[in-house]
């Protein structure tokens, strides 16, 4: 079992630490590959690197896009809510990684469990 280390947004942490958010999504690049089910995640506060919280991987999903990834998992899980999630869009995700980066690498969704 390995420990990961990654940074998150403010308002993500939060939903993860109240029990709202359980899959975390993200690239499925060589740092996210090293991942596996049983390892823990170690996430820090962009704002504040001194507020960290740690969960353990109990699943691992992964797509080719998140337009797959939207289509197949529970995205009140993946940190919409039921005013959000109307509107949810694979597009949400061009915020943090290009098309051109999911195209070469995939996505994942990690689903996580509080420590």
Do not use: W
């Not at 990654?6 to 993200?26: C, F, S």
């Amino acid at each position: 079992m390995k420990t990961h280390t990654m940074n998150l947004a403010p308002v993500p942490l939060g939903e993860i630490r109240a029990g709202r958010k359980t899959i975390e999504l993200r690239l499925y690049d060589e740092k996210r590959k090293g991942i596996s089910v049983g390892d823990t995640i170690v996430f820090v506060n962009t704002k504040d690197t001194e507020d960290t919280l740690t969960v353990t991987v109990t699943d691992m999903f992964v797509f080719k896009s998140f337009a797959e990834l939207y289509d197949k998992l529970p995205l009140l899980k993946c940190g919409y809510t039921e005013d959000t999630v109307k509107t949810a869009s694979p597009n949400d995700m061009e915020l943090y990684y290009t098309a051109a980066e999911q195209s070469r690498y995939g996505v994942v969704g990690i689903e996580i469990a509080l420590k």
